[in-house]
């Protein structure tokens, strides 16, 4: 079965400063992992995702993420936080022809 | 290209209306979900179809709650009768045909239902 777990329900950054947001995952086969941002009354938007290519994988406004087996992580990182960063943002597993999300980290930015 | 397209976008009713909520899924795209969204729960899977059969549909809550797809271009979920507890964001989303464990899922702008 598979699973992800998100650290931390809310994070608070600076404007500029690094944004990390932890994702550790679940899975009993290589997962494909993803990320997504929720923007207020919006749906959810593919930030990127891990397909079992390139460990560092790049994503949209300057996200990025680190596939790391030994850790089971894809923690999401963005060297210099902007206040339109300011969202809700999920962690996702796909397997067995379903999602699993996380429940979520709401990431404020501070000016 | 269109995106999920998902309607309507708010709907207030009373307790004991039925209610509907409707999803053009992308066109070309095999796998349909619909999700709940609350403060309390978080992001919830109700049901999810493949190829328009309904494959899981564990999350959906109660008898009340029931959901079809009667082609590939069309999805329904509907809750007859609706309670207030039933207030919350309703989203759809499809995914391409193709590997089922790469794809993304490509998210509708949600149904906000609030049921008072």
């Known amino acids: 079965a598979q699973s992800v777990t998100q650290l931390g329900s809310h994070v608070s950054v600076s404007e500029g400063a690094l944004v990390l947001l932890r994702c550790n995952y679940s899975s009993s086969v290589p997962p494909y992992l993803f990320w997504y941002v929720q923007y207020p009354n919006q749906g959810l938007q593919l930030l990127l995702k891990y397909t079992s290519a390139a460990t560092l994988v790049k994503g949209i406004n300057g996200f990025e993420a680190e596939f790391k087996k030994s850790e089971t992580s894809f923690h999401l990182t963005k060297p210099s936080a902007h206040m339109s960063d300011a969202a809700e943002y999920f962690c996702a597993v796909s397997g067995s022809n379903q999602f699993y999300f996380g429940t979520g980290t709401s990431l404020t930015v501070i000016p | 290209d269109a995106g999920v397209i998902q309607s309507p976008r708010h709907e207030v009713t009373e307790m004991g209306q039925e209610v509907t909520l409707r999803c053009k899924p992308i066109?070309?795209?095999?796998?349909l979900f619909w999700y709940r969204q609350t403060m309390m729960r978080g992001l919830e899977l109700l049901i999810y179809f493949n190829n328009n059969v309904p494959i899981d549909d564990s999350g959906m809550p109660e008898d009340r709650f029931s959901a079809k797809m009667p082609n590939a271009s069309f999805s329904t979920l509907k809750i007859q009768p609706s309670e207030p507890r039933d207030s919350a964001v309703y989203f759809c989303?499809?995914?391409?045909?193709?590997?089922?464990?790469?794809?993304?899922?490509?998210f509708g702008e949600g149904s906000r239902l609030t049921v008072l």
């Open positions: 989303a499809s995914r391409p045909a193709g590997g089922p464990n790469t794809g993304e899922l490509f």
């Open positions: 066109s070309g795209h095999n796998s």
